[in-house]
């Protein structure tokens, strides 16, 4: 093996700079070649490379997004367009692939190791949905900034004595509601994996005004409803002042905190040394805070779990 390629698939996720600067380094520094791969696996197939040295990986440890750019390309699932995939690899000498990116972006992976080119997938996605790994790049940041704008939505729903619904990024996965919520001190949390009960969430918050509570706030998880839905549901049960808010992409961008760019060195670092050793078709993971991997293919009927219990302590936080 003389020469890696890395790209980004999937939306951006804080650290994935860090991730591509750690296997740039670690490849270099192990005598290998480093080609950038644009626009993820759509770049990949028109041949959008470009060779990257560890210099241009300074000042980017810092850098939110994804020098590297990202793409969706549900396209990628074609046969015929992995065919393409594999002829720019070999026509640019590229003997093996670095892929950070969701859940997605572990199909094209596979298919690169299965057409010859041994790949290994980083997770990287702020919704912490991946299966076999308690941590995804980006998982941290995004539950900071959320956070940091929730408080700020505190003084003000305070100052108006306001119930807000803040709708918090996840797809189908509560984690960042979860996390989010009891670092905010949410009066409820609700996410898509467990079931909820509006009407009881408005009878808690009726009490907790009675007591002389100034404001409520409500993290819900973009996959359990809209948050002007719930907000409709919610005044069917009580005369709140009740504002909906939805903090969407601002989640995905920013500095990367220490956490997402200490663990995405780890990863970048560890998935060189994996295609050195001669494996591919793997995707790296961090259990109980240690490095680890799985088949990809195991991944497809594996089931991400979040640390549901965060509700119960939640609950246990609500007056
Ligand atoms: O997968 C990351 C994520 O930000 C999800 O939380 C969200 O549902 C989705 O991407 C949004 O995708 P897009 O940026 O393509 O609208």
Known sequence: MKRIGILTSGGDAPGMNAAIRAVTRT???????????????????????????????????????????????????????????VEQLKKHGIDAVIVIGGDGSYHGALALTRHGINSIGLPGTIDNDIPYTDYTIGYDTACETAMDAIDKIRD??????????????????GDIAMRVGVASGADAIVIPERPYDVKEIAESLKRSFAKG?????????????????????????????????????????????????VNATKMGNYAVKLLLEGKGGLAVGFENNELSTHDILDLFDGKHEGDYALLDLNKDMTK
Do not use: W
């Open 213 to 261: 509570k100034d404001h409520g706030i409500i993290v819900l998880a973009e996959g359990a409803m809209s948050a002007d839905k719930f907000k409709d549901e919610l005044l069917k049960y009580g005369d709140f002042d009740a504002r909906a808010n939805v903090l969407a992409h601002m989640q995905r961008g920013g500095r990367p905190t220490v956490e997402d760019r």
């Open 27 to 85: 490849a270099i520094s192990h005598g290998l070649e480093v080609f950038g791969i644009r626009y993820g696996f759509a770049g990949l197939v028109a041949g959008d490379f470009s060779p990257l040295t560890a210099e241009d990986v300074d000042h980017t440890i810092n850098l939110g997004g994804t020098i590297l750019y990202s793409a969706r390309y549900p396209e990628m699932a074609q046969e015929e367009v992995q065919q393409k995939a």
């Open 156 to 173: 003000t729903a305070s100052s108006h004595h306001r119930v807000f619904v803040v709708n918090v990024m996840g797809r189908e996965c």
